[in-house]
């Protein structure tokens, strides 16, 4: 008989039964979209619908997104919708840009992403995470709450700083999670303008506060490039050679424009590290939530440091810290929507010969969220199961399945950069430390740019 208790199900919303009304889906997107998803979404492979009067294809079968986001990429663009929300904040930034733009972007940032230029940065996560974490001994003692999201996004900018702009972002850390909060609570959000397919120009008064928050980061980009364009007009051999560095070297009329460049930091400082930071601090608290999983994972990290393993090799021998990451992202996808629109009508036709009809126009929508918690594609879906990505159960799952970090051309450019970031992250907070559940800890998941915990994730602190 097996005695083992079941795997925890963290909070998410139910499906729906009903369809709501137009009025119920502007309301229920405009205040969290990941409420709006009816039971279809959850059980058939894709839906053929209306969206606020508009045909809508949502699709869920790993084949048919396959199809979409690899095979004929070149035929679907970002849509409307996504580009209206999108755009004010991140403009020309990898991202959000398309055509010529994001070929130029793309490739000009390749190299520092590679999987072993990547690996390079491995002892800089480590010290970085020692560096931080030190914070905790005092709350430990004191058996204090930490926020673990905040934290999170403090600890994933510190790294993104150090490593990719060599500590130079003309900012503090400390305050910066609060501005990143605010930032994607005002500018991160659906307005009905949007919904309603309105021209840029039309105010959106759901926005209007965010205005102050996007001059400061601009404020800051801006500071950041003329410091670094000092340091290498006046002394150019002392000028670190990293991201930021690479980037202003490419400042030329058949390189990228000097506004390109801006866009890309902003998007790398105000939203590159932020989806780790969220997947980090869901995953921090499913783990606090299952013992079994805890004990795995904290006998492999203290085999693995014991033995003196380099940081660079841990994403390789801790497969069950990578799995409970990787599981994280599951349930909480950093990036919980796809939004894709036809160019030209298209057709797909699945293996059992039915056919999907792509007319020219119709918005195309590829769900992690409901696609990691499909019923047709995982057991017992709901649960914190970090066992489906163990090395054995891993060749199991459909390449498309799955999809943290996209798929297909725009894949995102730092997947390598944030296992690696996060395994390292989990290693040394739980080698020195547990985070426990309090009465105060009831985050629901509400949809911005990433999954964000409403309520914040308060976990009390204690030393192993």
């Not at 998803?37 to 045909?55: A, C, M, V």
């Not at 810290?321 to 894709?340: C, D, H, K, Q, T």
Request: proline letters at 9%; hydrophobic letters at 40%.
């Amino acid at each position: 008989m097996d005695v083992r208790p079941e795997p925890f199900e963290p909070p998410a919303p139910i499906p729906r039964t009903v369809p709501p009304s137009r009025l119920q889906t502007i309301r229920t997107v405009m205040r969290n979209p990941l409420e709006l998803w009816g039971e279809p979404s959850y059980t058939l492979p894709w839906i053929d619908t209306k969206f606020i009067n508009q045909r809508t294809l949502i699709v869920n079968d790993p084949n048919l997104i396959r199809h979409v986001l690899v095979e004929n990429a070149s035929n679907y663009e970002m849509s409307k919708v996504r580009r209206l929300i999108l755009r004010p904040i991140l403009r020309d930034g990898l991202l959000t840009a398309e055509g010529e733009v994001w070929r130029r972007s793309r490739k000009a940032m390749a190299p520092v992403f590679t999987p072993r230029h990547a690996r390079g940065f491995a002892k800089q996560m480590l010290a970085k995470t020692e560096e931080y974490v030190a914070k905790y001994d005092e709350a430990a003692a004191a058996g204090a709450v930490a926020n673990i999201a905040n934290d999170m996004t403090e600890l994933t900018f510190e790294i993104l700083s150090e490593t990719l702009f060599s500590g130079e972002i003309a900012t503090e850390t400390e305050g910066f999670a609060d501005s990143v909060e605010r930032l994607l609570h005002r500018m991160g959000r659906v307005d009905p303008m949007d919904l309603l397919l309105a021209p840029p120009w039309v105010p959106r008064l759901t926005r209007i506060g965010g205005a102050k928050v996007m001059a400061e980061f601009r404020g800051i980009v801006a500071k950041t490039m003329d410091h670094r364009r000092q340091l290498i007009r006046s002394d150019p051999a002392s000028a670190p050679q990293d991201f930021l560095t690479l980037l202003l070297q490419l400042e030329r009329p058949d390189g990228l424009s000097t506004d390109e460049i801006s866009d890309n930091i902003l998007t790398f400082i105000g939203a590159g590290h932020e989806t780790t930071a969220r997947a980090l601090a869901w995953t921090i608290y499913c783990v606090a939530n299952s013992p079994q999983v805890r004990e795995n994972m904290e006998a492999e990290i203290d085999s693995v440091l014991s033995s003196g393993a380099e940081p660079v090799d841990w994403l390789d021998l801790m497969p069950h810290v990578r799995a409970a990451f990787e599981e994280g992202m599951r349930l909480y996808p950093p990036a919980p929507s796809i939004n894709r629109a036809a160019i030209n009508a298209d057709s797909w036709t699945s293996p059992d010969g039915e056919r999907v009809e792509i007319p020219k126009g119709i918005p195309v929508l590829i769900m992690p969220w409901t696609l990691h918690r499909h019923v047709l594609y995982w057991e017992k879906p709901r649960a914190f199961m970090p066992e489906r990505f163990l090395p054995a159960n891993r060749e199991k799952l459909h390449r498309f399945q799955y999809l943290p970090f996209g798929a297909g051309p725009r894949t995102c450019i730092g997947a390598t950069f944030a296992l690696q970031e996060a395994v390292i992250g989990l290693a040394v907070m739980m080698k020195r430390f547990r985070f426990d559940m309090t009465p105060e800890t009831r985050p629901w998941p509400v949809q911005r740019l990433t999954t964000q915990p409403r309520g914040g994730l308060p976990l009390r602190v204690s030393a192993r």
